[in-house]
């Protein structure tokens, strides 16, 4: 197993990735380094999805990290995750949206896995990671119905809500009959890969 994300995510040495998949990364944040780390490694097309400024501010300066070396994004451990690697960001798209199971244009504009893919001409993604809150059940579900599998779904449970425990566990057993296993659980960073 390879980690990324600083340890958080581990992901399959052998992994079924190369320079024609698409990865769709959601709720970015001020750590890209999954996505960069992805990115150099398999030459993949990398599609994040956050529609905060800071998460944009942070893309643009880890983007000039590597074009002028300056660093004014993190800490060392960072630094240290992020300086190795060669990311092609003519493959990183930005869609400045939230996640959620339908487009609602409210204070933060929000969409459907279905409708971004549909709006960048995408028929498939081969893996998606989600780090978005408690809205990565409705996500995921929504996804699902709409019959979009791809190969791999890394996503990060919220532990913190008292009210989604259920929930939670209706979706991991719904991706099991969906054909995924999960392959890795750490403290709820899950990798699903599709079997079937």
Not at 33 to 49: A, E, G, H, N
Not at 65 to 89: H, K
């Amino acid at each position: 197993m390879m980690q990324l994300h600083r340890g958080s995510w581990e992901i399959p040495l052998d992994i079924d990735l190369n320079e024609n998949s698409i990865i769709y990364s959601g709720g970015v944040g001020e750590d890209i380094s999954f996505d960069v780390l992805m990115q150099s490694r398999y030459k993949s097309t990398i599609v994040l999805i956050d529609p905060t400024v800071r998460a944009f501010v942070h893309y643009d300066a880890v983007q000039n990290f590597y074009d002028t070396g300056d660093c004014n994004f993190a800490g060392n451990d960072y630094i240290t995750t992020i300086r190795s690697a060669t990311p092609d960001f003519s493959k990183f798209l930005f869609v400045k949206k939230g996640l959620w199971s339908e487009q609602l244009h409210s204070v933060v504009p929000v969409d459907n896995i279905k409708n971004i893919m549909a709006s960048l001409g995408h028929t498939y993604i081969d893996l998606l990671k989600l780090d978005i809150q408690s809205s990565d059940i409705v996500v995921l579900n929504r996804m699902l119905d709409d019959k979009i599998n791809p190969k791999y779904i890394c996503v990060k449970f919220d532990l913190k809500r008292v009210d989604y425990d259920e929930r939670r566990e209706a979706l991991m057993h719904r991706l099991v009959v969906e054909g995924y296993a999960l392959k890795n659980n750490s403290i709820f960073n899950c990798l699903y890969v599709r079997l079937f």
